[in-house]
C-alpha cells in the first residue's frame, strides 16, 4: 500500500511539497497566573518536582517570611491558591470534563457505602486528544502510515510494530490501556486508575520514550468496599459496569 499525501481538506499534494512549520497557537500570556515567574514556579512545584500539599503550604510559608521585611509576599498564599490558578487554565486543545455516577440498583436498610456513593470520573475527549500525537514533529520517522509486511532473512515474517500485524488494516488504530497508579493512595472509598491512549502507528520504542506519543485522557474510577464485600457478586458485579460504562462514555466522541 502508499500512503497518498493529502491537504486538510483531503485534496492530493504533491510529495516534496514541504509542510508548513510547526508554531504555538496560543499567544505569550500567564493569566490566571500573575507573571511568568509565577508560572514557571507552579509548574516546578507541581508539576516537575510533585511537591506535597503539606511541603507546599510551608514552603510558600516560609518564602513569605523571607519577604515580610521588604513588604513582599510569597508567589502563592497556600497551596489552595496554586491549585486554584492551575484549574482555572483555559489555554489547551484538549481540556477536562468530568460526569458522575452511582449505583442504580436497589438499596435496602443500612446499606454499604459503596452503594450510596457519587463516583466522579474525569476525562479529555479522545478525538482531540489523538491529534497531538498526529501533529508532533518529534515522531518523524517512527510513524507507519500504512500496514506492511517485514520478511527476515529466511522470507519467514518478522512481526514487531503493530502496522506489521495482519489485523492491521485501519489508518489511524488507536489503542488504550489503564493501570494502577500511586494515584490511588489516599483517595478514600475509591481508586483511580488512568486511562493512556496512543496510536498503534507509533513504533513501539518511542511509545516508550517522554515523546508524548502516550497520553493520559482519563482516571477510571474504581470502587471500594469493606474486605467482607470483595466477594459480594452484586458488588463485583457493579464495578464491572461501572468500568465497562466509563470507558463507553469516555471513547463515545470515537465511536
Known sequence: MTAICVDINGNSVPVEMVPEPCSADFPMEWEPFDNGTQFELGDFIYRKVKVSAGNINKLMDLWGKSMHSNDNFSPFES?????A???????????WHSFK?????????NPPIWQITDYEIWYCDPSMVIKNPLNNPDLDGTFDYTPYIELDSSSKCHW???MSGNF???????????????????TGNVEYHPLYLTLGNVHNTMCCAHQNAVIPIGLLT????DQKDDNNPLFCHFKHQLYHATLATILKPLH
Open 160 to 162: 514487531n510494530e503493530y
Open 101 to 109: 455516577t452511582s449505583f442504580s440498583g436497589k438499596i435496602g436498610a
Open 79 to 83: 497551596k489552595k491558591k496554586l491549585y
Open 168 to 186: 492491521a488494516c485501519t489508518i489511524k488504530p488507536i489503542l488504550a490501556g489503564a493501570d494502577k497508579t500511586t494515584t490511588s493512595v489516599a
Open 222 to 225: 474504581i470502587p471500594k468496599s
Open 85 to 95: 490558578s492551575i484549574d482555572a487554565i483555559q489555554l489547551g486543545d484538549a481540556p
